[in-house]
């Protein structure tokens, strides 16, 4: 069973940085794609970034602010965040989806927290 693990999260000031992790139990060569999602209260989870192969996307709100990155080598994806806002605090999920057969993975989820 693939496990998804995020960590990074934290309570944090308006305009600082935070950066998560998510490590995954196996080689995440084996997904065709990975991202970040997030949840805040309240509200429907939305995409935050994803990263196929090189290429990367992100939601509108978080363009140019964060970078979503991977690291075959340590089965680990990364996500930086700066110049969070409050808009920003929800709970971050680490996804991991293979095409063929599909299958979709997610984390347990990171709590990120920013304070005005």
């Known amino acids: 069973q693939v496990q998804l693990v995020e960590s990074g999260g934290g309570l944090v000031q308006a305009g600082g940085s935070l950066r998560l992790s998510c490590a995954a139990s196996?080689?995440?060569?084996?997904?065709?794609?990975m991202g970040w999602y997030r949840q805040a209260p309240g509200k429907q989870r939305e995409l935050v970034a994803t990263?196929?192969?090189?290429?990367?996307n992100y939601a509108g709100s978080v363009k140019g602010r964060f970078t979503i990155s991977r690291d075959n080598a340590e089965n680990a994806m990364y996500l930086q965040m700066n110049s969070l806002n409050a808009e920003d605090t929800a709970v971050y999920y680490c996804?991991?989806?293979?095409?063929?057969?599909?299958?979709?993975?997610w984390g347990q989820g990171t709590q990120v927290t920013v304070s005005e």
């Open positions: 196996t080689s995440i060569t084996t997904f065709n794609t």
């Open positions: 990263i196929v192969g090189g290429s990367t």
């Open positions: 996804n991991a989806l293979r095409y063929f057969p599909r299958l979709e993975y």
